[in-house]
């Protein structure tokens, strides 16, 4: 906080006579804003020192402009530093006459040049200058697609507020023609396979032990402010519960750390499940795999996937539900005999009682095989994929598949989870003697929530709370069951398949912290060119989260980008005085993130040079911590 005002130096003299002494003296105005004076020096009789040296007095005015220099400089490093005053303290600074006249200082983000370090990191420049050879472009497009990403992680405005206010908010980000974010959409949308496959290539480069073995698998849907459906935008089931608006589908999958391999992007109403195999095929040959562990949700677990993927050489670990598993399950999971007790302790300490129990049983199954999708629809791979899994026709024409599954199930049970089920259960009991009061509001179509819970009779007209149904489900609160094709003991099993929250993490972070939806472009070419932007970002944001727990720092994205936020700078021009910067909100995160970075923190008060030498800033981003007088004169020389 500003104490009082800048302390000043000024000559006094002790008399108005010829025999006057002369001194240095200090004054200042207190907190209370009272006026005190101090004497610094005495410097004698003045007609004495006039005597020795006719330019004493001269001296001596010299000395006191100089105390004044260095106190205007040594305040401005104690009291411009708060980021909630600063620019009062500036405004204050200003008004004491230390600062040139006309200066008016403006607080700078520096977090894209934080996150700058990363992009280079991935050589990014490098690829999206190859990208752009390839097509006719007349403008920077790396610079518009680092906007375009880095801007989505700290600020995720629209694509035109991102070109008003990005320059002005943050250095490093430079001013551009809207008509050219837009451009590049369209170019990305033509690249989005080559620009994966390189990030995944500098992605294993600078994790030489990146476990792709392990692939987490899930989907979600992405929906749009409208109601016009088109080749890509449809009405379908919504994962948000925005089913009066057009939405797209888009499928993505994560090493077991959590960095992100690859993505798909499907039509609006496309099914789930029917997107998982040809996507693992895709990956096993872009990347050269022969053998993946697919982890996925309920969502994804069914016959023809699990047999699928058996017979196109992986494995899995799938979760499902006990109350919709099959009688033997069901009866093994309420039988105590073969139960592993183990007691697991929380964040805070406090042990509760878990157990798991494993069951193999050996089915024979047949399934019409399904109708697999692809991102691009395209009918030969459709085909080639056909052709691995060798479905057979019937006499009324559908293709079907028979076979045999050794299947091995692992029925889990915490504590922890039954406090959570008897919660749930409460909520829609409720829900349901609602419904019951209410017939009106009741609906038959969909037997979900509340309506679960409801029985209908239609002789009665009466609507009953099922309490059997529920008393039958109580006996599974806290159970779990796991599905695996792997022989590894069950506790590696149980580990591989808690990994399952990077990507429902990686979800939550594309639709909140990176705001993915809703999604406001309409043309096709724009909504994928979007998605890759938003894919880079995460891959961005998610590197930095790794790099942050290797160090033993574990920040979640959304206090990452609090701390660069935070991070600010602004130049100020002293009177008489070089510039120098104040960089406020160098909290504990801002220095993890240096250290994890290798970037030197930058400090409250530093000479441009300094500050340059800090963040590694060379080229275009060191220019705009060079006075304006430098650049012009690097300017003339090269002219000349």
Not at 46 to 63: F, Q, R
Not at 462 to 475: A, D, G, H, K, P
Request: charge should be positive; glycine fraction near 6%; proline fraction near 3%.
């Amino acid at each position: 906080m500003y104490e009082g005002r800048i302390m000043r130096y000024h000559i006094m003299f002790s008399s108005k006579g010829d025999n006057r002494s002369v001194y240095i003296a200090s004054s200042y105005r207190n907190e209370n804003g009272q006026s005190r004076k101090n004497i610094v020096r005495r410097c004698g009789n003045l007609k004495k020192l006039l005597a020795t040296d006719p330019k004493a007095l001269e001296k001596i005015e010299a000395e006191v402009r100089s105390l004044n220099e260095k106190a205007a400089g040594e305040d401005i490093k104690k009291r411009l530093l708060d980021n909630e005053t600063i620019e009062a303290d500036i405004i204050r600074a200003a008004k004491d006459g230390i600062m040139l006249k006309g200066e008016k200082p403006c607080l700078r983000g520096l977090g894209m040049i934080v996150l700058d370090r990363l992009w280079n990191k991935l050589n990014l420049p490098y690829k999206l200058s190859y990208l752009k050879k390839d097509c006719d472009v007349q403008f920077d497009f790396e610079e518009v697609v680092k906007q375009l990403c880095l801007g989505r992680i700290l600020a995720p405005w629209s694509k035109a507020k991102t070109c008003r206010l990005a320059p002005v908010s943050y250095l490093g980000a430079k001013e551009e023609n809207l008509a050219h974010y837009f451009n590049c959409l369209d170019l990305l949308s033509k690249n989005k396979d080559s620009v994966i496959k390189y990030l995944n290539k500098k992605l294993l480069e600078g994790n030489p032990h990146r476990d792709t073995r392990v692939c987490l698998y899930d989907i979600t849907t992405y929906a749009f402010e409208s109601v016009e459906a088109d080749s890509l935008r449809e009405f379908g089931y919504s994962k948000d519960k925005k089913f009066n608006e057009v939405q797209v589908v888009m499928a993505l999958a994560a090493d077991k750390d959590g960095l992100p391999i690859s993505y798909n992007l499907y039509r609006g109403n496309q099914g789930e499940s029917p997107t998982m195999v040809p996507f693992i095929e895709e990956l096993k040959k872009t990347y050269g795999v022969e053998n993946l562990i697919v982890v996925a949700d309920k969502g994804l677990n069914n016959t023809a996937n699990i047999h699928c993927l058996l017979e196109l050489s992986n494995n899995y670990v799938l979760s499902s539900k006990i109350r919709s598993a099959s009688r033997e399950i069901k009866e093994a999971a309420l039988d105590p005999t073969g139960r592993v007790e183990r007691l697991v302790a929380d964040g805070n300490g406090v042990l509760s009682k878990t157990w798991f129990k494993e069951v193999t049983l050996e089915t024979k199954v047949s399934y019409k095989y399904p109708d697999f999708a692809y991102e691009n629809n395209n009918p030969e791979e459709k085909k080639k994929l056909k052709n691995k899994l060798k479905p057979y026709t019937t006499k009324y024409g559908n293709k079907r598949k028979k076979g045999t599954i050794k299947r091995r199930f692992i029925i889990t049970f915490s504590e922890k989870r039954l406090i959570k089920d008897r919660i749930d259960r409460q909520r829609l009991i409720k829900k349901a003697e609602r419904l019951v009061a209410n017939p009106s509001n009741f609906s038959a179509e969909l037997k979900k929530g509340g309506k679960s819970l409801v029985s209908v009779d239609i002789d009665k007209e009466s609507l009953t709370v099922n309490y059997e149904r529920i008393s039958e489900q109580e006996l599974f609160d806290g159970m779990h069951v796991i599905e695996t094709s792997l022989e590894e003991p069950a506790e590696e099993v149980l580990d591989i398949y808690k990994g399952l929250w990077h990507i429902e993490s990686s979800f939550r972070v594309l639709k909140s912290q990176l705001e993915g939806r809703p999604v406001y472009v309409r043309t096709e070419d724009h909504i994928r060119g979007h998605f890759l932007c938003c894919y880079i970002s995460l891959v961005i944001s998610r590197l930095l989260e790794y790099k942050l727990r290797k160090r033993k720092n574990s920040i979640p994205i959304g206090k990452i980008v609090e701390a660069l936020n935070g991070l600010r700078t602004t130049k100020i021009k002293l009177d008489r005085l070089p510039a120098i910067y104040a960089t406020t909100g160098i909290s504990e995160e801002i220095k993890q993130i240096c250290a994890a970075l290798e970037m030197q923190v930058p400090e409250d008060y530093e000479t441009a040079a300094s500050l340059c030498k800090k963040l590694a800033l060379k080229g275009e981003f060191g220019s705009y911590f060079q006075p304006r007088e430098a650049i012009t004169t690097a300017k003339e020389k090269t002219e000349s």
